[in-house]
């Protein structure tokens, strides 16, 4: 009904601004489909729990050396 429907607006809400939040965390490190992987990797799980995971994707992209 109404409620899964507003409850599954809120969830992908959250997740599009994680993925906004890593983006802006990066800038041009920024890579879409290793953001994508790396959420999909860990199948369903708490939003929080996700959040940790972006945290530490993002953590591990800011210490690599650059390309080029």
């Known amino acids: 009904g109404r409620g ?3 409850a599954a607006g809120h969830r992908a809400g959250r997740a599009a601004r994680l ?9 041009a ?4 489909r290793a953001f ?3 959420v999909l990797a ?3 799980m ?8 972006v ?5 591990g992209a800011q ?3 650059t390309a080029g």
């Open 4 to 6: 899964a429907s507003r």
């Open 19 to 27: 993925r906004e939040s890593a983006q802006a965390r990066l800038g």
């Open 29 to 32: 490190r920024f890579d879409l």
């Open 36 to 38: 994508h992987a790396t």
């Open 42 to 44: 860990g199948g369903a």
């Open 46 to 53: 708490p939003l929080e729990v996700l959040a940790e995971v």
């Open 55 to 59: 945290d530490g994707w993002v953590a």
């Open 63 to 65: 210490k690599a050396p």
